[in-house]
């Protein structure tokens, strides 16, 4: 008699199973939302970066909630947050890292930098020098970063949320056009209300309320989340009316510089995400009008030159000429 | 079945179909047909996913290579002037060729495109019946298959070009291409109604488009085999048994509609010179043909001079066939004897006719082909198609009075070939003649005599042959025994050795009445041989085989083939030399048929007559349409669906009425937008038009299909909505 050898049961693989990325979006924005109060169209938009995987520049005051914001998200996707503040002696090797020479194994090994982390909120981005300036933002840009022959890649998901303070005007080193377009999104966090400035004093209590927060996704949601962001759906009408805005960003007067084709991507990806963020599997008009001026107006260069004005004058001025443009260009209806 | 499974049957089906219009059409040789068949078959056991001989680079190299020497091959024949059969065999190697190398779907596609051109090079080789056949299967197939292989293109490139990064893709591919449930029996069925619904209508339009005649384009439109049974020759030196062919060969219409009243002899190619078993023609001096109106006349009526009336007196009398004639090895026309005037097909924009008849000396004309040549003259060659034509015979003949009374004519130079004896003719088949005619005096008696004297003979198809004598003397003193064209000869130069002149006569006597169309088919072993007499200035027919030669065919069998071959007429009539006549012909019938119906009387008689039928026809027509009913209902809830910018309307009627109500949409305003402000102002329409807003954003932008009703009815609350100022009044 030939024994039968037991059936081995069917394993699933729980990595396997199918990620739904729309209800994984949902659970962050309500993580990040129960701690940055009265800011969910800023946490939405942060959720969006992340599912178009871009990064973020957070231009305001200090104590508005932008560190909190960048915790709350970091421990929500379950990684590591690092936080680097930036000042004029900060060294390109302060943030990427640096080869130290170790002398049991008689050879150089890579001590990472606090770049290598998901989340990195990079404090006060204009107060460093344009050197130190550009190799955060290289490394953006590339997902990688090189030291002497080596070459790192860093973590994925990999978000950078930058701030600047858009007041101050001595000591600072204002960001060029160019380093500019490496971010998807430019935000404002704005005070909160009164209602929601008082819940912010009051619920501050012993315990931080961002150590309490749980990871609500793991990077095979992220990697859904993405994914499934690239496949949103765009209607033809919907890109000519953003190809029509973009072609007015460069024929407007007041503008030297109009959106280049990189912004136009960006403005797309952005768009994209926060349809996705919204629960939809296809843009809407609404999704690229609300993402225009996150997406294009720190992009812009006015003509007229702004170099002596502070951050802010600058900005209001090109939020000022996007929103001119987008009253004038039809929307597809 | 699954996807993948369901794609391939299609697709070999559709491939078989259109191999099936070249192999039926004798272009190709019975080898090729047979290999091309197996070898393409067997390529459907071998999958190159899971033979890996099939993807190894040898293999893809070897095929390349054979397909280079196949296609030098090829151009080498072409060259020797064989173009059309040595590209049709070049397909073949193709398609086998592809299916043998169904890596991707694109090498799918090139068999498809090799077996159009299949059924495009059938088109011009195979003017059967069956071509209709494998036609109309390769519409249905043609259709299935494209379908699935434009689905399993969309899924396969489309999908992985999009997400090329992502391995999950590829899994899901093959899943769905082993999938069980995408296509099924409903969708097989389902597309052949389609198909055949685009065929019928194509067919609809065949009939409908006005068309240039026969011969437009091409002289030589149709081409088939030469056919075996007549011949415009004769030599009675063979031996064996003589088979018969029950092919048809020649259809004749009649006006009236009924078969003649005796059996026809339809006249081919008569022969004046006799040499030992062989008849031959010598004569060259054209005989006269006469154009008038139309009508071509011959004969007597060629010479004589002609006026409206005396040639409407002649058709009057004479006997009008109407004659479809399949490809014969020679140009000859038939026609009843005595043939009087011919009617050709002419070319409907006015050019020259495509065939031309000319005369090879004796009364019988010849249609043959004018063929253009490069530098712009006409050669006349010989028809190598068939050919549609109307002959008006005269079969009443002289009277028997007349023959009876006539007297030896005198031979002149004209009438001499006639009597020639060959001078090595053995003496004892003379003095046979003499001695049968000894007490008859004039032509027609002796021609009499002799028929009656040779009744004893028999007829036999079941040759025998003694090489020591003389064909004719080995029939009438040894074998005593023959077919027709022994009982012919004989006839022939027994009564030119007592001075009467005759000719023998090839052409085709008697064919079967086909009760389904209403015309006479005459087969090639209807393929006679008769005597001609000169009589009093005419040429009179004389048969001397003996009758009942001919063995009948009964029962379902003939009935049967008579409706094949009543089919196969139709096909020629209707489809391959369909013109604006026959436009004419069935728009008139469709026409007296109308005005019949229109008339209540001759309605009700009809229904009276064919209740039966008509209650069937209703009673199917119903019982599909029940059918129909019954399987749309199966197929859930049937909302009408609207997706992109067809939801555009209901949206802008919305819009327009919140326009009317004050709030007027900026070029920059999104619909979401002018919802959150109508919102904002409480307009009592603003639920109703903020779910309007989801429902079209979800059509245009998600192309997301939304029932018409639920757009419809938003659309509505919207614009009913009571004016604001009404409504707070109304509240308050």
């Known amino acids: 008699m030939t024994p039968v050898s037991p059936v081995p049961p069917i394993s699933v693989d729980p990595q396997e199973r199918p990620r739904d990325a729309r209800a994984a979006l949902a659970r962050l924005e309500t993580a990040v939302t129960r701690v940055v109060h009265g800011k969910p169209a800023v946490v939405r938009l942060a959720v969006a970066a992340l599912a178009a995987r871009g990064h973020i520049l957070i231009e305001d005051v200090p104590g508005v909630g932008k560190t909190t914001m960048a915790r709350a998200l970091a421990r929500a996707l379950g990684g590591t947050f690092r936080r680097i503040q930036f000042t004029s002696d900060l060294l390109p090797s302060d943030i990427l890292g640096v080869s130290i020479f170790n002398q049991e194994t008689a050879r150089f090994e890579f001590r990472r930098g606090p770049i290598f982390a998901n989340v990195v909120l990079a404090d006060e981005i204009n107060r460093t020098t344009p050197r130190t300036q550009s190799s955060l933002l290289e490394a953006m840009s590339e997902g990688r970063v090189s030291i002497d022959t080596h070459t790192h890649e860093l973590d994925q998901p990999f978000m950078v949320i930058a701030t600047q303070n858009p007041l101050e005007h001595f000591g600072t080193y204002p960001l060029p056009e160019s380093q500019m377009d490496r971010f998807l999104l430019r935000l404002r966090m704005g005070y909160p209300s009164p209602a929601d400035e008082r819940r912010v004093v009051t619920a501050a209590q012993l315990e931080d309320p961002v150590e309490a927060i749980e990871p609500v996704v793991d990077a095979a949601d992220v990697a859904a989340i993405q994914t499934a962001c690239a496949r949103v759906r765009v209607e033809d009408a919907l890109l000519d009316y953003a190809q029509r805005l973009v072609a007015a960003t460069r024929e407007s007067p007041f503008l030297a510089l109009g959106v280049s084709p990189r912004g136009f991507q960006g403005w797309y990806r952005a768009g994209k995400a926060r349809a996705l963020v919204a629960g939809r599997d296809y843009a809407v008009p609404d999704d690229f009008k609300e993402t225009a001026i996150p997406a294009l107006a720190h992009r812009l260069v006015l003509s007229g030159g702004s170099a002596g004005e502070p951050l802010g004058r600058a900005r209001e001025e090109a939020e000022r000429v996007m929103n001119e443009l987008l009253e004038r260009i039809p929307v597809p209806a | ?732």
């Open chain 2, 1 to 732: 079945m699954r996807f993948s499974a369901i794609h391939k049957a299609t697709s070999y089906l559709m491939v078989l179909a259109a191999f099936a219009t070249l192999a039926l059409s004798h272009e190709l040789s019975p080898p090729v047909v047979i290999g091309t068949f197996v070898i393409a078959l067997g390529s459907y056991f071998f999958e190159p996913a899971r033979h890996a001989v099939l993807r190894a680079r040898g293999w893809s190299t070897t095929w390349n290579a054979l397909t280079l020497a196949v296609f030098a091959w090829t151009l080498l024949e072409a060259i020797r002037g064989e173009l059309l059969s040595s590209g049709v065999r070049f397909l073949c190697f193709l398609l086998v060729n592809k299916l043998w190398n169904r890596k991707s779907s694109r090498d799918y596609l090139q068999a498809y495109v090799v077996s159009f051109l299949m059924l495009v090079a059938g088109a011009a080789l195979n003017n059967d019946l069956a071509y209709a056949g494998c036609f109309l299967a390769y519409v249905v197939f043609a259709t299935w298959t494209l379908t699935l292989f434009h689905l399993r293109r969309e899924m396969e490139e489309n999908y992985l070009i999009k997400h090329s990064d992502d391995g999950a893709e590829r899994v899901e591919v093959e899943r769905i291409l082993n999938s069980r449930r995408i296509v099924g029996w409903s969708f097989l069925g389902a597309t052949s109604l389609v198909s055949i619904g685009v065929f019928i209508c194509a067919a609809l339009t065949f009939f409908l488009i006005p068309r240039f005649g026969f011969g437009f384009f091409a002289t030589h439109s149709r081409r088939g085999g030469l056919t075996v049974g007549f011949s415009d020759r004769v030599d009675l030196d063979a031996y064996g048994r003589v088979k018969d062919n029950p092919q048809v060969i020649m259809r004749i219409e009649f006006p009236t509609g009924t078969p003649p009243e005796q059996p026809l002899h339809l006249r081919g190619v008569a022969f004046d010179r006799y040499e030992h078993g062989r008849w031959s023609r010598t004569i060259s001096d054209n005989a006269q043909l006469r154009s008038w109106s139309g009508y071509t006349f011959v004969g007597h009526a060629a010479i004589e001079r002609l006026s409206g009336a005396r040639v409407r007196a002649l058709l009057d009398h004479a006997v009008e066939q109407r004659i479809y004639l399949d490809p014969l090895d020679t140009s000859v026309l038939f026609g009843a004897a005595t043939a009087i005037a011919y009617q050709m097909p002419q070319n409907a924009v006015g050019g020259p006719a495509p065939v031309a008849l000319v005369t090879h000396g004796s009364d019988e004309p010849y249609a043959m082909e004018r063929r253009y040549s490069r530098n712009f003259t006409t050669d006349l060659v010989e028809r190598k198609n068939g050919l549609r034509y109307t002959v008006f015979s005269d079969l009443s003949g002289p009277d028997p009075r007349t023959l009876a009374a006539a007297e030896d004519v005198d031979i002149d130079e004209e009438l001499a070939p006639y009597i020639a004896v060959p001078h090595d003719l053995p003496p004892r088949i003379a003095e046979l003649a003499r001695s049968i005619t000894a007490k008859k005096s004039g032509p027609w008696q002796k021609a009499e005599a002799i028929r009656d004297y040779l009744q004893r003979y028999k007829y036999t198809l079941d040759l025998k042959r003694d090489e020591r004598y003389e064909p004719l003397e080995d029939f009438l003193f040894v074998q005593r025994a023959g077919h027709c064209e022994y009982f012919a000869s004989a006839m022939a130069v027994m009564l030119r050795t007592v001075g009467v002149p005759t000719r023998s006569v090839n052409g085709f006597y008697g064919g079967e009445w086909n009760s389904f169309g209403h015309y006479l088919a005459v087969r090639q072993g209807d393929a006679h041989s008769w005597v001609e007499i000169y009589i009093g200035g005419h040429w009179v027919t004389v048969d001397p085989t003996p009758p009942g030669a001919a063995v009948p065919v009964g029962g379902a069998w003939t009935t049967l083939r008579q409706m094949l071959d009543n089919i196969e007429l139709a096909w020629f009539k209707y489809v391959i030399e369909y013109d604006l006549g026959k436009q004419v012909e069935i728009a008139r019938s469709v026409g007296r048929w109308a005005q019949f119906a229109s008339k209540r009387d001759a309605l009700d008689r009809l229904v009276r007559r064919h209740a039966v039928q008509v209650g069937g026809g209703v009673a199917l027509i119903f019982g599909a349409w029940m059918l129909l009913a019954a399987w749309r209902r199966r197929r859930v809830p049937q909302v009408r669906l609207r997706r992109g910018a067809e939801a555009l309307s209901a949206f802008h009627r919305a819009v327009r009425a919140l326009e009317r109500r004050g709030f007027t949409r900026t070029p920059g305003e999104t619909g979401r937008e002018l919802a959150t402000r109508v919102r904002a102002a409480s307009d009592p329409g603003a639920d109703s038009f903020g779910q309007l807003v989801d429902l079209y954003y979800a059509a245009r932008f998600g192309a997301i299909p939304v029932a018409a009703g639920d757009l419809e009815r938003l659309a509505q609350e919207v614009i009913r909505a009571p004016k604001l100022e009404q409504h707070r009044a109304r509240a308050a």
